[in-house]
């Protein structure tokens, strides 16, 4: 009797290894050179859009948005603005600062997100891409929009003012791309300037 109770638990504990085992290569994380497992990382907040137009050819397209690039804003700065061949791109910066008058984070720096704009013939995309907050003092900058933790640390910035900040992102993005739309609806000619 003793054999048969050694032998229903030997094969009870044989099935429950059999059942549990997965083949390694399918349930297995991916490991780097060094043998460490490999992180996935999060997606990057990307917002973009492609917008068609009546038949304008890609150049006039795109002398619509170096228009729009030269042409400064009140509500933020570009800078750094680049083209090439059929894209153009800069990065707008907004100003940004606490509303309160004794403010529990001085957060004041600015909010920046990098601008392309690819053309192609009647119609356009543009991508807003590494949204970030940068502080100027830089102990309580937040990093990229996509931190859960600012990069200062939970303790140098709140999770309200935290989530405020990245709202403010998204909102000073859609400002950018309201801008974009109507500096697109212009001809090229049309492009306010300081001729003469």
């Known amino acids: 009797m003793k054999l048969y109770h050694y032998a229903c638990i030997a094969l009870f504990v044989f099935t429950s ?3 549990f085992a997965q083949d390694e290569e399918t349930t297995a994380p991916s490991k780097t050179s060094e043998g460490m497992p490999k992180l996935k990382k999060k997606e990057d907040t990307k ?3 492609v917008i068609t137009t009546d ?11 170096v228009n729009f690039v030269k042409v400064e804003s009140t ?3 570009k800078t750094n603005g680049v083209t090439t061949g059929s894209k153009a791109e800069f990065v707008a910066n907004f100003p940004v600062k606490p509303k309160d008058l004794n403010p529990q984070t001085d957060y004041t720096g600015k909010l920046s997100m990098k601008v392309s704009v690819e053309c192609k013939d009647s119609k356009y995309r543009y991508t807003i891409t590494q949204l970030k907050h940068v502080s100027l003092s830089g102990k309580t900058s ?3 929009i996509d931190n859960v933790v ?3 640390g939970s303790m140098g910035m709140s999770d309200l003012t935290w989530k405020k900040l990245k709202g403010e992102m998204l909102k000073n993005a859609n400002v950018v791309i309201a801008d974009l739309k109507e500096a697109m609806q212009k001809t090229s000619d049309q492009a306010s300037g300081d001729e003469w």
């Open 47 to 49: 917002l973009t859009e």
């Open 150 to 152: 600012p990069d200062c």
């Open 75 to 77: 509500k933020y700065s």
């Open 142 to 144: 937040g990093g990229s």
């Open 17 to 19: 290894f059999a059942g």
């Open 55 to 65: 038949s304008l050819p890609a150049s006039e397209l795109l002398k619509r948005v």
